[in-house]
């Protein structure tokens, strides 16, 4: 038998977020978001595969996905840790 990998509200998150347009992702993750940063990998399943960006800092996260939706006037997602 074929084993599935598990399917949860990460994935969702990220299948919504690939049917609404959202090819790219800037990320500046923690260890809290870690569901999300697999479901993120997982995501190249998806009809709609999207690209994650890894940052090194919030702020280069916000300015990048900022910058990316001015210049391919197409809106991007952020993922930042949880203290931010």
């Known amino acids: 038998t074929v084993l599935m990998a598990r399917y949860g509200a990460a994935d969702k998150v990220w ?3 690939s049917i609404s347009g959202i090819r790219v992702c800037f990320a ?3 260890t809290t978001e870690m569901p999300l940063v697999e479901a993120l990998n997982r995501c190249s399943s998806f009809n709609r595969p ?3 960006v890894l940052c090194l800092h919030e702020t280069v996260a916000t300015g990048a996905a900022d910058g990316y939706a001015r210049m391919a006037r197409h809106p991007s997602c952020v993922l930042l840790h949880l203290g931010v």
Do not use: D
Request: hydrophobic share 20%; glycine share 12%.
């Open 15 to 17: 299948e919504e977020l």
């Open 28 to 30: 500046n993750p923690g």
């Open 50 to 52: 999207m690209r994650p």
